[in-house]
T-cell receptor, first 114, second 117 residues
Framework: AQTVTQSQPEMSVQEAETVTLSCTYD???????LFWYKQPPSRQMILVIR??????QNATENRFSVNFQKAAKSFSLKISDSQLGDTAMYFC???????????FGTGTSLTVIP | GAVVSQHPSRVICKSGTSVKIECRSLDFQATTMFWYRQFPKQSLMLMATSNEGSKATYEQGVEKDKFLINHASLTLSTLTVTSAHPEDSSFYIC?????????????FGPGTRLTVT
């Protein structure tokens, strides 16, 4: 069975500081893709960052970066220089190739404090 | 970037009536679309996967006769909630996967809030 665990239901961070959101997953497959999605109060799901499991290099997108530890099945998201607009629910997810199905974590509610 | 729209964004209907929600991929072709349900402060729960031109695949526990899904073209999928009841009130989100996409990314619509009175 494929599972995704986000152990931090809620987190907060001061504006301009750095925060790390944790995610672990479980799969016996070797070919998969990992994602972090952001869901702000508007509830529109927005892709934050993507990581291919076959790539050793950690993905980065501006202020967002991941720490991908394949052996440990860990995929944490680091947000640097946090901004008020980063306040949202963050979901970790993965999909197996070539399957279509996404497996979502339970989410982490992040609040950026001014 | 790939855009998915949903219509309506909000709908209120009376118990016993049916309501249709449309999901469209605006600038790409989607062979596969997904329908999710989300309760407040919870994660997305996959309801069904629809492939263009074929019957949808429903997740365990989802009533296929209640949640009718049609994926008639490469850009449109519809979810019809039949004989709606107050417990069907929820936030429904669709997503689409690009037909030629290699990243396996799903593009999400903005969601539809259904309230059954």
């Amino acid at each position: 069975a494929q599972t995704v665990t986000q152990s931090q239901p809620e987190m907060s961070v001061q504006e301009a500081e750095t925060v790390t959101l944790s995610c672990t997953y479980d799969t016996s497959e070797n070919n998969y893709y990992l994602f972090w999605y952001k869901q702000p109060p508007s509830r529109q799901m927005i892709l934050v960052i993507r990581q291919e499991a076959y790539k050793q290099q950690n993905a980065t997108e501006n202020r967002f970066s991941v720490n991908f530890q394949k052996a440990a099945k860990s995929f944490s998201l680091k947000i640097s220089d946090s901004q008020l607009g980063d306040t949202a629910m963050y979901f970790c997810a993965f999909t197996l190739a070539p399957s279509n199905q996404f497996y979502f974590g339970t989410g982490t509610s992040l609040t950026v404090i001014p | 970037g790939a855009v998915v729209s949903q219509h309506p964004s909000r709908v209120i209907c009376k118990s016993g009536t049916s309501v249709k929600i449309e999901c469209r991929s605006l600038d790409f072709q989607a062979t596969t679309m997904f329908w999710y349900r989300q309760f407040p402060k919870q994660s997305l729960m996959l309801m069904a996967t629809s492939n263009e031109g074929s019957k949808a695949t429903y997740e365990q526990g989802v009533e296929k006769d209640k949640f009718l899904i049609n994926h008639a073209s490469l850009t449109l999928s519809t979810l019809t909630v039949t004989s709606a009841h107050p417990e069907d009130s929820s936030f429904y989100i669709c997503s689409a996967r690009e037909a030629q996409g290699a990243s396996y990314e799903q593009y999400f619509g903005p969601g539809t809030r259904l309230t059954v009175t």
